[in-house]
Every structure is written in C-alpha cells, then in structure tokens.
C-alpha cells in the first residue's frame, strides 16, 4: 500500500473528526435548549474518536501493534449505533424511554464487544482466527463480530423508523431538516453494508469514514441552514407570542420582565411594553387584585373585573427558579373566560328555569296522582288506593305474622235520608262520617270509601277483638253525631262487618267478601249494630 493513499486518507479522517468536534461542541452547549442535544453530543463525540483513530492508523506513526490503533476505533464504533438511538428517540420526542435501566441495558452490547475484542487472542471469539495480516479492513470475523453487526445495524433500522415517522408528521422546516438527518446518517451506514457484502471496488480501504466526512457536512449545514437544534426554542418564542393567553414574566421583585402581545390586549397596555416597571405601576387599577396575588408563588383562581361589561379572567401562577433551585420571579397565565362566564351564568339560568319547571310539572303530577285515588266529596282514599293499600299490608302481615283487620260500614237508610232532605244533606253525613273516621283511626290505618255510602277501613296489626272495640266506638260516635240543615237535624246510623286475616281469608277478596257477609246479617239483624264474619255481634267479643 503506498504513502500517498494513506496519507490522504489519513488527512480525510481528521478532517472529518475536526467537522464532527465542532458540532459535538455546539450540540454539547445547547443541552439544555433541546432534548435531543446531548445525544447528538455523545454521537459526534464517538465519531470523532473513530474518525481520529482510524487517521492515526493510516499515519506513520508509533504502532504498539499491528492492529493497535485500528482496535482503538471500536470505542467509538460501538458507541455510535446507541447514540445514534438515543438521538432518534429524542428528536422524535420520546426521550422518556431513555431511562436509567434502558440506558444501562444498550450499555451492554458496547461493553461485551469491546471485551471480547481485546480478548480474542485468548478467547477467540470476536475475530475467531479469521483476521488477515496487512489490512485494514474486517469482512469476517466469529460470532461476536457477526453478532455486533446484526446489534448495530437493528438498534439503527430502529432509529431510522423513528425519525422516518417524525418526518411524516412535522412541519415543512422540520422536514427538510429532518431528511437531511437522514441522509446524512445513512452514508456510513450504507457504506460500512457495501463493505461487509464486499462491494466496494477499492481493496482494504474503509469507506466508512469518507461516508462520515459527508455525514459531519450534512449535519453542518443542517445546523447552520436550518437551526437544528434551536428550532425548539424559536418555536417556543413564536408559540408564547402567538398564543391566544396573555403571559406576563415577574421577577422576584415583581417587576416586569416579559410580556406577550395577548396580554397586552387584555389589560389594555399600550406600546411600548413597560419592561422593568414595578407590577403595582403598571397594574395600578387592580391593585386589589395585585395584594391578592402577589405574595404567593404559585395558585390559580377565576378572577372577574367590572366595568361597563364585567370580564371574566382565568389566572395561573407559577413560580419560576434557577438550576439551584432558587426562586427567580413568576410566570403569569391569564386566559379570557368571559364567553365562557356568559354561556355558564345562561345556562345555569336555564338549569334553575328547568328546575322549576321540573318541580312544577311534579307537583301537578303528585297532585294528579294524589287525585286518581283520593274521592272528591270526602278526602279520603277510594277503592283503587284501597287495593293497593291491602295487597301491600296483606304481604307484610303474611311475611312477618302479624294480624290484620278489616271493617267494611254501610250508613243505614241512606236513601230515605237523601229523599227527605236532598243530596245536600246526604253529602254532608258522608262528610261527617268521613271526619269521624280520620279523627279516630291511627296513623297506618286506612280510611276509604268503597263506594256510594259505604266505607272500608283497614287495620294493620290490630287483633279481632281490639278491632270489634274500636268500630263499636265508630258506631257509637256515628249514632251520636248530629247533622243540623235548613233547621232540620239528621240523625242516622250506621252498620259494620268486620273480617279479619288470615281466619277469615288470606286474600284481599275473601276478606272483602267475608267483611261484606258480616255487614249483610249486620243489616239483616236489624241495623246500627257490628258483626264478625263468625256471627258475634253487638256486646260479644269474637
């Protein structure tokens, strides 16, 4: 191999390696500007490292060994396929996977490959004898060469992917930088595959790092043509001027900093913006507002200022500190909620108007309802709550054995009396048999008119011959009670029958039926007298 090759290609390489330093440096500076940067840094920094051994092989300098200086180049080789991934990961904005673990875990691979590369005299398992004397170049090796290049070449094809998908996705400048990205990753790579396939016309010269010299000039005038790397950021100022909150920056001595164009707009601060005034000078006509919020380093609350049209603000703060942590000022979101204010206080306006319709609507249907089973002339409950009403106390009574009663009454010679004094007057002895009966039944007890002058009351609990007593009461009452009209006084009577769960039935008709039998030989037994279904009457407890 002659010296003019390997001197050019010599200066080829440290000319690739001083294009990769520069960005390394850059990248390296703008860190904290761009997730992506450091490890952009750390992928220029192993180039240039490859870039660099590999020259001072190809120099006629100093060689401990034959393939000193060409092992060397492996500390920067293995390193790039991780950085590069890493990278990949960043720029398509998915740095969170790139954690301790995962950083450790693509750690390994570089670390073993070394390791069996500077043991293989002894171990033989990255070469595995198959290395040749006098060349620079490796196309075979054992299975930790092959293993590496399958490594390497698959965490990349990943890499590739990611960035392929934020190219499809970004911006018209993003995407222009970002092919150049590509492109200029894809040349060494290309290039190391065309060697490994042993395509490359050129016996033992390594293409890969005349591929990196267009790599580093790609990735330059991606830098310095595009703003890779501070595209972020520009976003970022672009986005804070642009967006439709107001952002005021404070410092720690709540003196303006910084303030975007939406906030001038909302607090009506005219041109130019008065940097470095105190906030209570600036905001003199809320200074309430100001004692309020400026003495804490961080809230959010819904503040409204009056005026002709009262407005509505979404305030946010949040307190803003140096890398040490210390506290350096506030950074004030303040959001226009005024329309959203409106369309709540209307709607919330509507939702009251709604619910006073709803209880409206409601109450005419509990009235409604109370109504359908309630008779007009008496108030009391009529034989379709009446049914409902046993069928539940019927079910309870069976469920937990307890007695029930029912007391079926019919007022005695009803009709004469609406024939002698007229309807009127027989209106009002319903009325008064219904008072009486409400005055003196208790609280779960049923008072109901079945029908014309008949009434039904039902008794939960009560035993036969408790029952017996208080209708005698009722009948005792009724006979007593007198109804004066158009100087007339009506006295009548009335007749009962009592039926009683479950010996005179289980059911809601037997009991009816039964309480109807007890009436009847009431009514046949002369009147104004009550009956048991077992035939006791009138003195005789059942």
């Not at 998915?94 to 490959?113: C, D, F, G, K």
């Not at 050129?202 to 990196?212: G, K, V």
């Not at 600036?282 to 049209?309: A, C, K, N, V």
């Not at 008072?435 to 039904?456: A, H, I, N, Q, S």
Request: include cysteine; proline fraction near 5%.
């Amino acid at each position: 191999m002659s010296t003019q090759p390997n001197q050019f290609y010599s200066t080829l390489l440290l000319v690739a390696a001083l294009i990769s330093a520069i960005i390394t440096t850059i990248a390296w500076k703008r860190r904290e500007q761009a997730a992506s940067a450091r490890s952009m840094a750390i992928f220029g920094a192993a180039m240039v490292w490859w870039c660099l051994m590999y020259a001072i092989h190809w120099l006629d300098i100093y060689h401990p060994s034959e393939f000193f200086w060409l092992d060397l180049t492996y500390v920067g080789a293995v390193v790039v396929p991780a950085a590069f991934l890493a990278f990949a990961l960043d720029y398509a904005d998915h740095s969170q996977i790139l954690t301790r673990p995962v950083v450790a875990l693509l750690s390994i691979e570089p670390l073993l490959t070394l390791f069996f590369l500077f043991t293989d005299a002894r171990f033989g398992i990255f070469f595995a004898g198959k290395r040749q004397p006098e060349t620079s170049v490796i196309q075979n090796g054992g299975f930790g060469f092959w293993f590496n290049i399958v490594y390497s070449y698959s965490i990349i094809l990943i890499g590739f992917v990611l960035i392929f998908r934020t190219c499809l996705n970004a911006s018209s400048i993003q995407r222009s930088q970002t092919r150049l990205i590509l492109l200029g990753a894809a040349f060494p790579w290309v290039a190391d595959i065309l060697l490994i396939l042993g395509l490359f016309p050129l016996p033992n010269l390594d293409p890969t790092p005349m591929a990196f010299v267009i790599t580093s000039v790609t990735f330059s005038y991606a830098i310095f043509s595009y703003g890779f790397l501070d595209i972020v950021p520009i976003a970022r100022s672009t986005l804070v001027e642009n967006m439709p909150d107001g952002v005021l920056v404070l410092d720690k001595l709540n003196r303006l900093a910084d303030i975007n164009p939406r906030a001038k707009q909302l607090f009506e601060i005219k041109e130019p913006a008065p940097i470095g005034q105190p906030a209570e000078k600036i905001f003199g006509h809320l200074s309430e507002l100001l004692s309020r919020y400026l003495q804490i380093p961080e809230g959010r609350d819904e503040i409204m200022i009056t005026g002709d049209s009262p407005k509505f603000f979404d305030v946010r703060i949040s307190a803003l500190a140096d890398k040490r942590g210390n506290f350096t000022g506030r950074l004030v979101s303040v959001s226009d909620i005024t329309l959203r204010k409106e369309i709540e206080i209307e709607l919330r306006n509507a939702n009251q108007q709604l619910q006073l319709q709803i209880s409206e609507i409601e109450a005419l249907q509990a009235q409604l309802k109370e109504q359908a089973i309630r008779d007009p002339l008496t108030g009391l409950y009529n034989r379709r709550y009446l049914q409902e009403f046993l069928e539940h106390e019927l079910s309870r009574a069976t469920r937990e054995s307890l007695p029930l009663s029912l007391v079926m009454m019919d007022i005695d010679r009803f009709k004469k009396c609406n024939d002698t004094y007229g309807h009127k007057a027989g209106d009002m002895v319903l009325q008064g048999l219904a008072e009486m009966l409400l005055e003196t039944t208790r609280k779960e007890d049923l008072v109901c008119r079945y029908g014309g002058e008949e009434f039904v009351v039902v008794l939960p609990g009560s035993k036969p011959e408790i029952t017996y007593q208080r209708t005698e009461i009722w009948r005792q009452n009724f006979q007593d009670q007198c109804i004066s009209i158009e100087n007339a006084e009506i006295h009548t009577t009335l007749s009962a029958g009592i039926a009683c769960f479950p010996v005179d039935g289980d059911s809601m008709d037997l009991l009816l039926m039964a309480a109807d039998n007890a009436l009847y030989r009431a009514k046949q037994a002369g009147r104004n007298q009550v009956f048991c279904n077992d035939g006791s009457h009138s003195g005789r407890l059942p």
